[in-house]
């Protein structure tokens, strides 16, 4: 009997024993459970949180905000035709998306999937399309409506089964946010574009320019922003013909656009000195209209506007002051200094198309495009031959894509206009002369949210887009590329020899020659841009290969053209209006010699700026060719025209 007892007290035991441990083991399962559910929810938190900040800021905004609309015909009744093919038609993109969510709430809270999937359909068609269009106009609008419908979605969240939540709530909710973004953007870019309208239209062109499928309210703004301009350029064309033809009646102060003003502003006091007899005056004068002639503040848009008032604006300029040129061959007249500055710069085909009669040059504009028109025909580069091109300017445009740089590109610099050869040879010296921390800074040449619209993500193209607009209002034109409206002093670190032989630095222009004359004897590629390395001695002589740097297999490293300075060889767009090329400026050669019985003949000055066409086996000493990259063009003499002559006179 007692063994018995002592079993049953035993067996006890080690029932309240296993109890015990199977008891506390449990309950550090649940803290342990617990505890990880704790984690995992604030982890949710936390990503929730940095994924909202912007949504927060709009809900924040409107947390009063509700839906302005009862779901009316719904998608389970008969009439819901009416509703689709007719009522959406009187109602804005706005309206008919927070319309359609008041439909999705009524069928979820009746628990008809189905049909609140058919009213999701047409919320999503026309939240995509607002996302895509949304007017700046309607920008708070948006932004109230996406809180309110966030709000509604939030409060519903509860009833719908765990397995829909995605589609009916979560989705629309991102997309909301995106179109809260949207209305932001559309916001920025109208005031970007509105504020580089007054400041340079130059610069509007490139950052504004439309797609053919830009938005409704795009387009309307640049309709009516483009009025303004030309109407602008207009009264800028009137004050500067004004001022030629009386200084004291020069109302600079009458134009409101800055790049035209700041222009106006530097030309009217050279015009009164220098038709008072100044000739410094006039030759500064003569130096910035050659430096930025005046139709290239003007961007392809506003080009008519120069063709509508360039007689008035031509005979005022010549009245005022006749080229040295034109002085020195006893011509006094508009058109015979005309006929000689066109014999000293243009093109061979197009001096003979003058002399056969097949060139009128009474209209400079004019003889410009049929000079391009005829070069074209004589030299078509065979790209532009094997791409079907038979325009100029189309084919000018084609070359500009295969050949600029990619900073050019991202800039907005198209190759529309001929002079774009130019810009993109100065915005990449601006690259050069103005890195960042990074060592890949824009510098000045940046064209304020030019490239904003290929960024993707819709919070940093909001970024971008604030950025340009802030350095659009901070900055004015002389910001801008090229410095190219401030007085000539500050042209002259741009204009190569002069302003070195004005600081005493020892290597003239002759011995500049005689290098290149060296350098392309030996079958070399010369480049005189290392001015900053060595003032004295500025020119380097590379291999001969046929242009290599423009293939785009065999492109230099970004910092490896950084590190050159400009070379100063890539020539100024020609304009006919003033013909104030320097004598050694041939269209095509660029070599002083040609005029004065030098040694240098057109082949060899050809040579020299494009590459090696020399048979000469001579070794050559040579600085190290850059090593290849694929992404960035160089700068070496003309970054467009290669060796093509078409190219070089049309991009030069």
């Known amino acids: 009997m007692q063994k018995r007892d002592s079993k049953i007290i035993f067996s006890i035991f080690l029932i309240i024993l ?85 439909e999705i709430k009524q069928m979820i809270e009746e628990g008809n999937y189905d049909d609140a999937r058919k009213a999701l ?103 009516k922003l483009t009025k303004e301009q030309k109407a602008e350029a207009e009264n800028f064309f009137e004050v500067m013909s004004q001022c030629f ?15 035209f003003a700041d222009r106006c502003s530097v030309i009217a006091p050279l015009a009164a ?33 120069m063709a509508k008032l ?48 097949k060139l009128d040059i009474s209209n400079e504009r004019e003889a ?23 325009d100029h300017k189309e084919c000018g445009k084609f070359m500009f894509k295969q050949n600029a740089p990619q900073e050019c590109i991202d800039a907005g610099i198209t190759g529309e206009s001929s002079k774009d050869g130019k810009e ?9 002369d103005n890195d960042g921390p990074d060592n890949r800074g824009r510098g000045n040449a940046f064209a304020f949210g030019a490239d904003c619209a290929k960024i993707s993500d819709k919070d940093k193209k909001l970024e971008c887009f604030e950025n340009a607009f802030t350095n659009a209002q901070n900055r004015g034109p002389e910001n801008f590329e090229d410095r190219q409206f401030q007085p000539r002093d500050n042209f002259e670190d741009q204009r190569g020899f002069d302003n070195r032989r004005e600081q005493g630095q020892g290597f003239t222009r002759e011995q500049e020659q005689q290098f290149i004359r060296e350098c392309t004897a030996k079958g070399g590629r010369w480049d005189c841009g290392f001015a900053r390395e060595n003032p004295n001695n500025p020119c380097k002589c590379f291999p001969g290969e046929d242009r290599p740097e423009f293939r785009p297999d065999n492109q230099p490293k970004e910092d490896d053209f950084r590190q050159q300075p400009p070379q100063g060889e890539f020539k100024d767009p020609d304009n006919f209006n003033n013909f104030q090329e320097e004598r050694g400026d041939n269209f095509q050669e660029g070599s002083d010699e040609n005029h004065d019985g030098g040694e240098v003949s057109n082949s060899e000055s050809d040579s020299s700026s494009s590459g090696s066409s020399s048979t000469n086996t001579e070794p050559v000493k040579t600085e190290p060719a850059p090593e290849p990259d694929p992404t960035t063009a160089p700068i070496t003499g003309n970054v467009i025209g290669g060796d093509n002559p078409f190219m070089n006179y049309y991009y030069k």
């Open 18 to 102: 296993i109890t015990s441990i199977l008891s506390f083991n449990l309950v550090l399962a649940e803290e342990d459970t617990n505890s990880n559910n704790s984690s995992a929810d604030a982890q949710v938190s936390l990503e929730n949180n940095s994924n909202s900040d912007d949504e927060n800021e709009v809900d924040a905004e409107f947390s009063d905000a509700t839906l302005s609309t009862e779901a009316g015909i719904t998608p389970d009744s008969g009439l819901y035709f009416w509703e689709d093919k007719v009522l959406t038609k009187f109602r804005s993109d706005i309206e008919n998306r927070e319309k359609k969510i008041a």
């Open 121 to 223: 359909i047409k919320y999503k068609e026309f939240a995509d399309k607002l996302e895509n269009e949304v007017d700046p106009s309607k920008k708070e609008e948006a932004r109230r409506t996406a809180a309110a419908i966030r709000k509604t979605l939030r409060e519903l969240k509860d009833q719908i089964p765990e397995d829909k939540r995605t589609e009916f709530v979560d989705n629309i909710i991102d997309q909301e946010g995106r179109i809260a973004t949207a209305a932001e953007i559309a916001s920025k870019i109208k005031d970007l574009c509105e504020t580089l309208a007054k400041v340079d239209p130059v610069q509007y062109s490139r950052t504004c320019k439309l797609e053919n499928d830009a938005p409704k309210w795009q387009k309307d703004l640049d309709k």
């Open 245 to 259: 033809e009386d200084a004291s009646q020069c109302k600079c102060d009458e134009i409101s656009v800055t790049a």
């Open 273 to 305: 000195e220098c038709d008072s007899g100044n000739e410094e005056s006039c030759t500064k004068m003569d130096d910035l209209e050659q430096e930025q002639p005046i139709e290239d503040l003007l961007p392809p848009h506003l080009q008519q506007v």
């Open 310 to 357: 360039q007689n008035r604006y031509d005979n005022s300029k010549y009245d005022n002051h006749m080229p040295m040129e034109c002085e020195e061959a006893g011509v006094t007249d508009k058109k015979g200094c005309i006929e000689v500055m066109f014999k000293l710069n243009a093109p061979e085909e197009c001096v003979q198309a003058l002399e056969d009669g």
């Open 368 to 390: 410009r495009a049929k000079c391009e028109e005829i070069m074209f025909n004589a030299n078509a580069p065979q790209e532009c031959i094997d791409a079907g091109l038979k």
């Open 424 to 432: 993109c040879q100065k915005l990449m010296e601006q690259f050069r």
